[in-house]
């Protein structure tokens, strides 16, 4: 393609904010890749109430006169509406800001062009994109309580079920099932912490910064600030318009969410396996083969392990644009909401799927009570001998010795004959043959955050108590 310039820029540059100094149009391979309406439309709302809030502001400032401020108010009011009923953006519509701009214009004429006073689209897009970090956060703030909801649900339903706890994947030790659910409970619950952190965050408002060097008009950030929603101002404004700190939080927590829900969907995939035979999945969050008929596949714990990569991806792609950017706006920041808005969409779809795979599991109890194995007490057998004053080091070792005899045989620990237990070592009496017992097991595991009855009841409570905040 030869290089040249727009031979009639006037579709492109109709209504652009910053064509003054530039004696032609631009070329249309710049006007295509400038264009980011397609992604920031989604700011719409927020650039919108920002504008609002602006208007009143310089007001204030003595920039506009009250007639003016209601005049602009007004007409932002109805640029709300006709967005809100989907009018769509042209090709002149460089970005949001400038639909919302013309917008206006076509409600209230010329006085619109005073609305750009002493603001840029740097600390505009910088507002905006905060105020829909918190406002979307909340919401999945909200969903992830809901997957908790379901785990501790279904915790609480599975009563006194036992099943394997596995380290390296192999049978490790038995545990309730309601310890296991409520270890994917707690790791969420970090997640709505991190989320809240990364909410609190964004809540430091830009706006008054201007391109880089605050505005020449002195308006009161600070109410600017509450009636946005923000706790407070940024301290510098090079700073604010150069900090996409607020969108690393929020990518961060939202990485580490999804790779909670990923875990939980490794867990479920597994235990789903006709091999392990744990829990079965609903109809309604199963789906089909086009070939096999007989399949009954987990597609949203699946999409979840996917969805979890690809958000991790966009906090990397984040860190890696912002590390080469000197202080200040930089065009690279356009991309940032490509990754922000992906990364927040995952997750809006992922946890109500979760929650709803989750609730309408099925757990096969008897199954996962037969995978609990009598050489999983290995260790409690070790822990008689030491209750007897044994070296841990020493009862290992005995303990060791009947494994293996045991699995030359092709025995469980529970199937040696007890005189050959009670040869194992001389502090071996026969109460030892009660630890061989999984249901013993446990009940000696009462500690907080354990997975004895009365710990998990412990724990139940305290889950239940947590949903309430
Ligand atoms: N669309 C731009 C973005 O997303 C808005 C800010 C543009 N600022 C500028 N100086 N061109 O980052």
Redesign the pocket.
């Known amino acids: 393609m030869t290089p040249r310039r727009a031979a009639t820029p006037a579709s492109a540059t109709s209504h652009q904010l910053?064509g003054g100094r530039f004696a032609g149009g631009s070329h249309p391979a710049l006007v295509a890749v400038n264009r980011?309406i397609g992604v920031?439309i989604r700011l719409w709302p927020y650039d919108v109430e920002l504008s609002k809030a602006w208007a009143t502001a310089i007001g204030e400032a003595g920039v506009l006169t009250g007639a003016e401020v209601r005049k602009m108010r007004a007409g932002l009011d109805r640029v709300h509406r006709k967005l809100a009923a989907g009018v769509e953006p042209t090709a002149s519509d460089?970005?949001?800001?400038t639909l919302v701009d013309r917008l206006l214009h076509d409600e209230i004429g010329a006085v619109a062009s005073r609305l750009h006073t002493g603001r840029?689209?740097?600390d505009?897009?910088a507002t905006g994109s905060r105020m829909l970090v918190m406002r979307e956060l909340a919401d999945i703030l909200g969903a992830a309580k809901a997957v908790q909801k379901s785990l501790y649900d279904r915790a609480r339903t599975v009563g006194d079920a036992l099943m394997p706890a596995y380290t390296h994947l192999q049978r490790a030790q038995p545990v309730l099932a309601a310890h296991w659910l409520l270890a994917h409970f707690w790791a969420i619950e970090r997640d709505r912490r991190r989320l809240t952190d990364a909410r609190r965050s964004a809540g430091v408002l830009p706006l008054g910064s201007g391109?880089i060097a605050g505005s020449a008009f002195r308006v009161n950030r600070k109410r600017l600030a509450r009636t946005l929603g923000f706790h407070s101002i940024s301290p510098n404004s090079i700073d604010a318009v150069g900090d996409r700190d607020f969108m690393l939080d929020a990518v961060y927590a939202l990485s580490t969410l999804g790779t909670h829900l990923s875990r939980l969907a490794e867990d479920l995939i597994l235990f789903g396996s006709a091999e392990f035979g744990f829990v079965r999945f609903g109809d309604a969050f199963s789906t089909g083969s086009s070939m096999m008929p007989q399949k009954r596949n987990p597609d949203a714990l699946e999409l979840a392990r996917g969805s979890a990569a690809r958000v991790t991806g966009h906090l990397v792609s984040l860190l890696t644009m912002l590390k080469g950017t000197p202080s200040g706006?930089n065009?690279d920041?356009?991309d940032?909401?490509r990754a922000l808005f992906d990364a927040l969409d995952a997750m809006h779809l992922l946890l109500p799927a979760v929650a709803g795979t989750v609730h309408t599991l099925r757990f096969n109890t008897s199954r996962m009570r037969d995978a609990v194995t009598g050489s999983m007490m290995a260790t409690d057998l070790a822990d008689h001998l030491v209750r007897k004053r044994a070296t841990f080091r020493e009862a290992h070792a005995a303990v060791g010795s009947l494994v293996r005899s045991a699995e030359e045989r092709n025995l469980e620990l529970n199937e040696l004959e007890p005189s050959e237990i009670l040869d194992a070592h001389r502090l071996f009496d026969k109460s030892v043959m009660r630890d061989l017992d999984p249901a013993i097991t446990i009940s000696h595991r009462e500690l907080d955050g354990g997975t004895g009855p009365g710990a998990v009841a412990r724990q139940l409570a305290a889950a239940r108590r947590t949903l309430r905040t």
């Open positions: 910053w980011s920031d460089e970005d949001v800001h840029s689209r740097n505009q897009v391109a706006y065009k920041f356009q940032d909401k």
